[in-house]
């Protein structure tokens, strides 16, 4: 089975503080994806990479930075938390393939900022 | 970019009912996704298709492309069956579209013993 998994279930963080959210996944996947779902607005993706170094920004990418130095580990960077960052915090992984490829989801991170 | 648009967005059902919802969107696709996300839980995957009609246990995804819509069918639903489905999309793109996708805004049900 594949597995997807995420640093924290729950965190808190103080506003200004440097925020690092992990996600490792053991399937060799090339593509990983940050989403954060909120209510009312669904999920959104943030950052996306489709290979180690390579990234592309989503739809919602201002205020975060990621880094993929390893194919098996995406981090999401909260350079300066805020408190509109509070949220649930979903990372993916999907093979390459033209978006016919199922995408598997970690457990999720709520965020928390005070 | 496209829109998904998910009816109903609260649904409730007594066990044994059969459920559906709808999913639509707006612009051509390379594939539909069917999740379902249990209270503090992860996402899961339940389908993945392009045309047609698939089917595992109780649930049943179709889709219509030329209408662009597509239908979750649960069948004999029970409490354990309670989640949010989401629909969400990967559009078609002439090169690689890496497999973005793009979400409904999710159906709560709630089925009740």
């Known amino acids: 089975d594949v597995k997807v998994t995420q640093s924290s279930r729950y965190l808190v963080k103080r506003t200004g503080e440097k925020v690092f959210l992990e996600c490792v996944q053991d399937?060799?996947?090339?593509?990983m994806f940050w989403y954060r779902q909120d209510p009312g607005l669904g999920l959104r993706l943030i950052y996306f990479?489709?290979?180690?170094?390579?990234?592309e920004k989503g739809d919602i990418p201002e205020g975060y930075s990621v880094s993929r130095e390893k194919k098996e580990r995406f981090s999401l960077i909260l350079e300066s938390a805020s408190t509109n960052q509070t949220s649930m915090y979903l990372c993916?992984?999907?093979?390459?393939?033209?978006?016919?490829?199922?995408?598997?989801f970690g457990p999720g991170t709520r965020l928390t900022v005070t | 970019k496209n829109e998904v648009e998910q009816s109903p967005q609260n649904l409730t059902a007594q066990e044994g009912e059969f459920i559906t919802i709808n999913c639509s969107y707006s612009?051509?696709?390379?594939?539909l996704h069917w999740l379902q996300q249990h209270p503090g839980g992860g996402i899961v995957s339940l389908f993945m298709?392009?045309?047609g009609k698939k089917k595992h246990g109780r649930l049943i995804a179709t889709i219509n492309i030329q209408e662009k819509h597509s239908s979750l069918h649960i069948t004999a639903s029970h409490p354990r069956d309670s989640a949010v489905y989401i629909c969400?999309?990967?559009?078609?793109?002439?090169?690689?579209?890496?497999?973005?996708?793009?979400f409904g805004q999710g159906t709560i049900l709630t089925v009740h013993p």
């Open positions: 993916a992984s999907s093979l390459l393939g033209q978006g016919r490829r199922e995408q598997y």
């Open positions: 399937m060799d996947h090339e593509n």
């Open positions: 990479s489709y290979d180690v170094k390579m990234k």
């Open positions: 612009v051509g696709i390379s594939a």
């Open positions: 298709l392009s045309s």
């Open positions: 969400a999309v990967s559009d078609r793109a002439g090169g690689t579209s890496y497999g973005k996708l793009t």
